[in-house]
């Protein structure tokens, strides 16, 4: 079915979907995919939930849409009262745009408006971490630690600092304790402040646990509350983007709960609409609301898609199953199943380094080497053709070949829906396993 949709790839034809049923994928020759990785983190109820379906349909035949500009809808207002009521201490608002690049875009101009409006004009400047993803969008690419994503986009770009990120695999150094490592790793965020002055940086941005350029690294303990004292120290906002990592992937509901810290502003995106809508909010405390609200009164921003009511009811359905279900133990448990099935099958192989994650939200990286823990050569592309033999046997995973530090190397992250059973758990690490093995031997 060649057609003239243009996607990601110039390259050969993709099969059809066709139907979603629970955590599997049909396509139009009736194979079935087991979704192991959500898509890209998305999928959290799998394909064919009722209740999201229902609240879909109630919502189209009450109101499809109405501009922002006019109206507020109940959708909207009662998605973000329950966000602002489980999110953590100081969040007051919710920002409601169409998916996680917007959220971060959002983040970024919110916090130079803040500063503009409390007198601060000489803070500008966004710090980031090297090993990062933030979108595709230009604030976000600059702020994303990917170089290979930035490189030819590099003149559109504005200049962002990148620090280490917290990788207690590859930088923890020997005998050190992991609360150590934190300290260590979170005070290049205090240096990188002082050497650019800290009355010009607005924020720092991060992921809790990091999903797309690294499979699902989460920090140590104690390093993000050292970042929170750094920033407060500077006067500096923290961004936590949770557009992967939130909405329940980690078995909290933000992720940054498990790791103690309230930021100042949270992204998330992907677990919000389930994949049943796209949507993506940024929440923000009510510190840097009433500030715009007691100045200009007016956000410099906007979308005409934002705060859809479609989208929104699909998120509040996606909510009420979250908490309704009790599906954030059940994420903790299933996620301590699949870890313990990757270790069992995975955890010894020569080649696979580690096993890590949170969660539902797992990764795996490999290496040529255990020891020196040296990255395969990138020209073998060892994830891509995981991918590949991972969905020729109907097993949908996210293997990327990410940036450490400037070297590539390749991960594998898992992040399949909450709903998972244990005999899919098997299916998929058995899956998985194959095209691993498959993959090194081709
Ligand atoms: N932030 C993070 C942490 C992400 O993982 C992503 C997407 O992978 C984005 C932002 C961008 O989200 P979107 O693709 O919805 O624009």
Redesign the pocket.
Known sequence: MPGHVFGRSTKGTLPVAARGDGCYIIDSAGKRYLDGSGG?AVSCLGHSDAGVRAALHEQLDALAFAHTGFFTSEAAESLADRLVEHAPEGIGRVYLVS???EG?EAAIKLARQYFMEIGQPRRHRVIARRQS????TLG?LAAGGNEWRRAQFAPLLVETSHIAPCYEYRDRLEGETPEAYGRRAADELDAEIRRLGPETVMAFIA?PVV??TAGAVPAVPGYLRRIREICDRHGVLLIL?E??CGMGRTGHLFACEEDGVAPDMITI??GLGAGYQPI?ALLTSGKIYDAIAAGSGFFQHGHTYMGHPMAAAAAGAVLDAILGRSLLARVRAQGEKLDAALRAELGQHPHVGDIRGRGLFRGIELVEDRDSKAPFDPARKLHAKIKAMAFEAGLICYPMGGTIDGQRGDHILLAPPFIIEDAQIDELVGKLSGAIKGALAA
Not at 133 to 136: A, L, P, Q, S, V
């Open positions: 890209a998916g996680g690049s971060v993803y933030h979108g595709n976000a992921e999903g797309a983007d557009v992967m995106a992907k993506g």
